[in-house]
């Protein structure tokens, strides 16, 4: 890698490795391109193998440190030898930079990175994208990160921290002296159409941006080699993330191992029209403590089916201002025994502001969806509740316990109670999980609004 890293790159240039080779050591080239002539790193040549970078155990296989308008594509990135400490297959850094804008991480194959255990600002991820420094604040704009399949990484897949994060809604979740600058987001993030799988640790997790989109991404086992707690798909101290059109499965234990998290500072989260499946821990985390508060959370129209230990839980801090709606739930060899856990040891003063609406909940098991430690700011209505024990049942007005004719696609059987039953919700997003739009008047419960199916 010598070579590649001692030549200064500009606007237009090219650094292309051939197909079916193999390169050592860490790729840290030097330079920046332009809006209009983007600074490109690739592959050439016709060999059906991708040209190969092998980190070897350096810290970064690659490293692209204070630059901009960039494209990195179609490249393996592995980075396996002398593991348990940092490694990175790829991390994007930014020091003391200012802006930097028109980043894009396309179509990698990025596997066999074998990092440490820590949630750190260097490390360890497939691809880690990082804001350090103190002296100027920094940020990426029009960073994507799309079409790249990521596997058998520890310990995270997609990973953002920056010091420059500090901001009363974050409290002291996270250390004010080792992340001390004012809040400056990144913007115009996209983590899209990505494949994560066998991740010891999270699949991708946001910090420190607004107005991010994280879609059609699919995220197959994570939390499976780590003792810390990981989810699927997660922001801290975000605003305005939108989270949709993702499969998140296989969570593999219940610390925490839920698909969805929106975490401390969490501000105006939107989860919808995600396929959430067989998580051991759960679907839903709302995570706030030590000062922090998770704000304006909405989840709605998404399907869930064998998740696990709780369906949602919160934490300790304040949850504020949530709206859980016309989400499908179906469980029948995972039975979670709790419908919402509260990890709260005084219920009755906790600020947790949640409303539960137009949901449909099926159970074709025994036990389970109790509520633990229920705070008063939890209100249910015009929820089904089928096949679940009836001692455990919250008030829910102008719900049923009748069976929905939820099928096994998520759609409803003719005939359905569930039809044109649910509260009208302003702001609905306009269609169901399926792409049916949405009615001016009462919905029907659940996902689905189409007609009923045989």
């Not at 970078?53 to 960039?70: E, P, R």
């Not at 696990?308 to 060899?333: E, K, W």
């Not at 705070?375 to 929820?383: A, I, K, V, Y």
Request: charged residues 20%; hydrophobic residues 30%.
């Amino acid at each position: 890698m010598a070579q590649a890293n001692a030549h200064p790159y500009g606007p237009g240039d090219r650094l292309l490795f051939h197909r079916g080779s193999t390169c050592t050591g860490t790729l840290a080239p030097k330079g920046e391109g332009a809006a209009d002539a983007p600074f490109t790193i690739a592959d050439y040549g016709s060999a059906a193998a991708r040209a190969r970078l092998d980190g070897a155990g350096a810290h970064d296989t690659v490293l692209l440190a204070d630059t901009q308008y960039v494209r990195l594509s179609a490249l393996e990135i592995v980075n396996a030898a002398r593991p348990g400490s940092e490694r990175n297959g790829v991390r994007l850094r930014l020091t003391d930079y200012g802006t930097a804008r028109g980043i894009a991480v396309t179509g990698l194959y990025v596997h066999d990175v074998r990092g440490g255990d820590a949630k750190t600002l260097t490390g360890s991820s497939g691809i880690h994208v990082a804001v350090e420094g103190t002296a100027r604040s920094s940020r990426y704009d029009g960073l994507e990160i799309a079409g790249n399949r990521i596997e058998d990484v520890d310990r995270e897949g997609v990973y953002f921290k920056s010091t420059w994060s500090r901001r009363a809604l974050v409290g002291n979740q996270q250390d004010p002296h080792t992340y001390p600058g004012a809040w400056t987001p990144s913007t115009r993030v996209r983590v899209h159409h990505n494949t994560l799988r066998s991740l010891a640790g999270d699949g991708i997790k946001l910090d420190t941006t607004a107005g991010a989109v994280v879609e059609h991404n699919r995220v197959d086992g994570f939390q499976l080699r780590s003792p810390s707690a990981n989810a699927g798909v997660w922001t801290f101290n975000t605003d305005d993330t939108l989270v949709q059109y993702n499969e998140v499965s296989g969570g593999g234990n219940t610390h925490d191992g839920m698909s969805f998290d929106a975490d401390g500072a969490s501000r105006n989260t939107v989860f919808q029209y995600n396929n959430s499946h067989d998580n051991k821990g759960g679907f839903l985390l709302l995570c706030p403590y030590s000062g922090a508060k998770t704000v304006g959370t909405t989840v709605r129209y998404n399907i869930s089916r064998n998740d696990g230990a709780r369906l949602i839980q919160n934490c300790a801090g304040p949850v504020l201002d949530t709206r859980i709606y016309n989400n499908s739930f179906l469980n029948t060899d995972r039975i979670p025994a709790y419908l919402v856990q509260d990890d709260t040891a005084s219920p009755t003063t906790t600020d947790h502001r949640l409303t539960v609406r137009n949901n449909i909940f099926v159970s074709r098991g025994q036990g389970g969806y109790a509520l633990k430690n229920p705070t008063p700011g939890l209100r249910f209505d015009h929820n089904v509740f089928h096949g679940l024990p009836p001692a455990h049942l919250p008030a829910n007005p102008g719900g049923s316990t009748a069976d929905p004719g939820l099928r096994d696609d998520f759609r409803l059987t003719a005939g359905s109670p569930a039809h044109a039953a649910g509260r009208h919700v302003a702001d609905n997003g306009g269609r169901d999980y399926f792409g049916t739009p949405l009615p001016a008047g009462a919905p029907t419960i659940g996902a689905y609004e189409g007609p009923g199916t045989g």
